[in-house]
């Protein structure tokens, strides 16, 4: 935690196919420089591959024997006081997806500033890029995010909560919508445009689908400042090629807590 008592998030879908082993070294590089106090991981497939990620932190959260459940990785400088991974259900179109075992990461940090619930998440794709409510896909959303906001109510309401992580869902969505009012959750980026997808000629618009909620606790509150980041950030492979990091941008935090009494 910094001097000024911000706790400093990231969260990064990090992609899990072409020139991995390169580019997470790249990353980890990253997070030895940057020194975040919490990151939020997602498509990390292999132990291998999160061991790579995970030397500066004390604290790591990953669970699977060879391929890891959810792709999902959580790194922390304070202790993880319990923690459980949440399983989504399957439910169709019948895709390749199915093999990540797609889920949630929820963990409760014991951070100088007091108790943090933070959630790490990877929710399945939309491979029609349409979020309208007819959608054959927009029941996929609508059972995730259910589960989702059924685990967060299983949270001590008096703790503050943030939920990150690539939603694959667009900001202005209404499913997002109804489930950030339904879990009393509040976008942290509301009304920022941009998009945290790289853009690409054949697609060169696309949406933010990497987001930060939070909910501030019954005994004390949470705000958030975010900023993009690893947009221009490379690696150079063999024979000078270079590559960006991820086919997504990084989303930084600064998150402010504020708690009236430690949280049993």
């Not at 059972?143 to 109510?153: D, S, V």
């Not at 975010?226 to 150079?236: G, H, K, N």
């Not at 270079?242 to 708690?259: I, K, M, N, Q």
Request: hydrophobic share 40%.
């Amino acid at each position: 935690m910094a001097d000024d008592g911000v706790l400093r998030l990231l969260t990064l879908n990090a992609l899990f196919k072409a020139d991995v082993q390169p580019r997470l070294r790249a990353i980890g590089e990253v997070l030895e420089r940057r020194a975040y106090d919490v990151v939020c991981l997602q498509e990390v497939m292999a132990r291998g591959h999160a061991r790579m990620l995970a030397a500066a932190y004390p604290h790591r959260l990953y669970s699977g024997t060879v391929l890891l459940k959810g792709g999902l990785v959580l790194l922390s400088r304070w202790p993880v006081v319990r923690q459980r991974f949440v399983r989504y259900p399957f439910t169709g179109p019948v895709r390749p997806e199915f093999l990540m075992r797609k889920g949630a990461q929820v963990a409760l940090l014991d951070t100088p500033a007091g108790r943090l619930a933070v959630v790490n998440t990877h929710l399945s794709a939309n491979r029609d890029d349409d979020w309208s409510d007819g959608n054959r896909y927009s029941g996929v959303a609508r059972a995730e995010l259910g589960r989702l906001g059924a685990e967060l109510a299983r949270l001590d309401p008096a703790l503050p909560v943030v939920v990150t992580g690539d939603l694959n869902l667009p900001r202005e969505s209404p499913a997002l919508a109804r489930f950030c009012a339904a879990a009393g959750l509040r976008d942290a980026m509301a009304g920022d445009t941009r998009p945290t997808y790289r853009p690409t000629p054949s697609w060169p618009a696309p949406p933010a689908f990497d987001h930060v909620l939070v909910r501030s606790g019954a005994g004390g509150g949470l705000s958030a400042e975010c900023r993009l980041v690893l947009q221009d950030d490379t690696v150079t492979l063999g024979g000078g090629r270079t590559v960006h990091l991820s086919d997504h941008y990084g989303v930084e935090a600064d998150l402010r807590l504020a708690v009236s009494r430690p949280i049993e």
